[in-house]
């Protein structure tokens, strides 16, 4: 009887170590974002998430857009250097990151037997969501790896993406399982909302989405577009506004009227060497909704270029993507 409990006993503590084995199993995933996620080289750190970057070309040099190592204040004033260099008509030009290059990246998680949850930039902005899944596929289908990559496209950009891996990195240290995680946030992008006004409308005409007659005019008239993120992931414009001031009121506005549960909410500002102005709509949002936390950072240099200095951009989380208020 003795030894068939002790027998028994055994059994019993192997069951539970495998049970155990493959629990912790599901926790092991790596957070990953490209670099148009915005995030602070600080806040990527203190989560855990792995940054994929851009690399622009600035007047014929090299310049990769995220570096691991730079303090915030270091990042305000990268910013406002390349920022001013965009003001003085330097030569920038911007391309996707290469499917090898997240290849690289995606195999050394799941080298060390790790799942991959990639916070894409939206799909319907820029081809990288596309190189990601090409390199994902190409892993997947080596039949080298037990693990999973999961890609969720933000349908956005900057930090909509950076918050969303923020609270993926969050569940995680919860002990929440990878496809739970996953399978939660997949639905966030549909309520992540983004809202954005520029500085000078010409970078608007150069991509395409405002005539450069239109810029020219608008320019004269002090005409600032408010723009935001549709439910489809296309950069839309939302409303016309007469000056800057009335453009940053009306940003604080929609974030205000139309933001869910703030006080569980991180809001994001990412701004093109506008770092005064920055401070300013955080305090008027503070005054008007209990906030969880803000992250207020440097445009993302690849994305910046398309839209400018003094672009400021808000993200923050509504009941949908479907913004109140008069437009």
Known sequence: LVIQCATMLIKSYIILGDIYTTKENLFMFQVFVDSAANLPAVTAKKYDIHVVSFVNLVNGKELVCFDPDLSPEEELAKGKEYY????????IKTGLISSGVFEDAFREALEADKDVLYFSLSKNISGNYNSARIAAEDLMESGNYTRKIRMIDSLNASLAQGILAIYASEMREKGMA???VADILETCPAKMNGVFTVGDLKYLARTGRLSGTAAV???????????????DGY?????????????LNELISLVCNNIVEPEKQIIGIAHADAYEESLYIMEEIQKRVKVRGFINTSYDFCTGSHVG?????????GKDRELSGNK
């Open 309 to 317: 200095p003094d672009t400021l951009a808000l993200f923050f989380m």
């Open 178 to 180: 990878f496809d739970e």
């Open 84 to 91: 001013n260099a965009m003001r003085t008509g330097c030569e």
């Open 235 to 247: 950069i839309v414009q939302y409303k016309k506004c007469r000056g800057r001031k009335s453009a």
């Open 217 to 231: 005019i608008g320019n004269v008239l002090s005409i600032k577009p408010i723009l935001r993120g549709n439910k």
